[in-house]
């Protein structure tokens, strides 16, 4: 008997059955998305927007005169950064993942929020794609961060298989095109060409924060602000990098499978 054969008898079976039951997700104590208080910012307060390196952070004005904190999570690379320097613990550590959206807008914490939050996502993949998704992945410059927590969706423990999703080598037979890295100028053609090659209806998700602002790398000389104005995208997933189970929950609530983590930047607790 092959030695892994005797392995996998003796140990059994190594997959967990989340997100069906409460079952460890491998993600436990580890450091998640920072959180933020905005009504215990101190006055005239710009420490955490001052040290932000990818300006998710802004202290604006509100329509009442008053400075008000302004929250991307679309552009944060999880540095905290932010919680170091805050002074009064309104943004502060925490062990949440990523979260998928339908909606930019809805990983923006301002002004707007209470109205984004009381929006309802009712856009969802049509009844034939809630079982069975294929999906082609296109590296757009990436750092290969997202695209280890990719590699790991296959994995013995996650074996995203399971819950009717596949990778596929080819465009053509692909429903959902995945898009990571901050899309170099050089990759718009080759994107464009994937998306044009895939059978309708078909969509596109960005994962990680590059591949929806552009992150760390937005405005330089060779990329502008990730998937923006490049395709149209039905999914946003920020992180840096993302990690397995968040990408599996995006994918997901893509599908209608489960329900929105967030809107208008607020955590549904």
């Known amino acids: ?63 009442s005169g008053e400075d008000r904190l302004r929250v991307d999570y679309g552009r944060c690379v999880v540095c905290q950064l932010c919680v170091e320097a805050c002074p009064s613990e309104a943004a502060f550590r925490s062990s949440d993942w990523a979260f998928g959206t339908r909606e930019r807008g809805d990983l923006v914490l301002g002004e707007h929020a209470d109205v984004a939050a009381g929006r309802q996502h009712e856009r969802v993949a049509p009844d034939g794609f809630r079982r069975s998704l294929h999906i082609r992945h296109v590296d757009a410059g990436s750092c290969n961060g997202c695209e280890s927590e990719l590699q790991a969706l296959n994995n013995p423990f996650y074996n ?9 080598p080819s465009p053509r037979f692909a ?45 330089g000389y060779a990329c502008g602000n990730g998937l923006e104005g490049v395709l149209p995208v039905e999914v946003y997933l920020p992180g840096c990098p993302p990690n397995p189970a968040a990408i599996m929950e995006a994918l997901l609530m893509f599908l209608g499978r489960v329900p929105p983590r967030i809107r208008g930047g607020r955590f549904a607790d």
């Open 1 to 63: 008997m092959p030695f892994w054969t005797f392995f996998g008898l003796q140990k059994g079976n190594a997959t967990t059955s989340w997100p069906k039951s409460d079952e460890p997700t491998g993600q436990e104590g580890m450091l998640g998305m920072p959180r933020f208080r905005p009504e215990l910012c101190g006055s005239e307060c710009n420490a955490c927007a001052s040290i932000c390196p990818t300006q998710a952070i802004t202290v604006e004005k509100s329509k």
């Open 160 to 168: 995203l298989h399971r819950l009717g999703i596949f990778f596929t």
């Open 175 to 219: 429903d959902l095109l995945l898009v990571t890295g901050p899309v170099t100028y050089a990759m718009h053609e080759p994107l464009r060409s994937a998306y044009a090659a895939m059978p309708g209806p078909r969509w596109v998700m960005a994962v990680g924060t590059c591949a929806v602002s552009g992150g760390i790398a937005s405005g």
